[in-house]
């Protein structure tokens, strides 16, 4: 499983970004973050088809995970940015498993991650 992540940048806080992460096949995917000295927490995830979105509270509502399977590419766009909101985002990969979930370990594939700052 191999996975490129694009897109992040700098933004003023309301901002938006999307992110993009290209897979090398199709799999439960999702989206990270990691801060500065905190630990990864996860954004975002969606199932292998689509139809099914999970996402942190955090973000519900300011944040939407799609992805196109024509393409093997799983987006993350990102509304109402704050500045909490900065961290290194990781796609990741769960090629194992059925379940959507929320946690780390249940992805064994990750990409090299992308730079997120919003300035206040």
């Known amino acids: 499983v191999q996975l490129q992540a694009f897109g992040g940048g700098l933004v003023q806080a309301g901002g938006s970004l999307r992110l993009s992460c290209a897979a090398s096949?199709?799999?439960?995917m999702g989206w990270f973050r990691q801060a500065p000295g905190q630990e990864r927490e996860f954004v975002a995830g969606?199932?292998?088809?689509?139809?099914?979105?999970r996402y942190a509270d955090s973000v519900k509502g300011r944040c939407t995970i799609s992805r196109d399977n024509a393409r093997n590419t799983v987006y993350l766009q990102m509304n109402s940015l704050r500045p909490e909101d900065t961290a290194v985002y990781y796609c990741a990969a769960n090629s194992r498993g059925l379940r959507l979930g929320d946690l780390a370990y249940e992805y064994d594939a990750w990409g090299q991650g992308t730079l997120v700052t919003v300035s206040s």
């Open positions: 096949g199709r799999y439960i």
């Open positions: 969606i199932s292998w088809s689509g139809g099914v979105t």
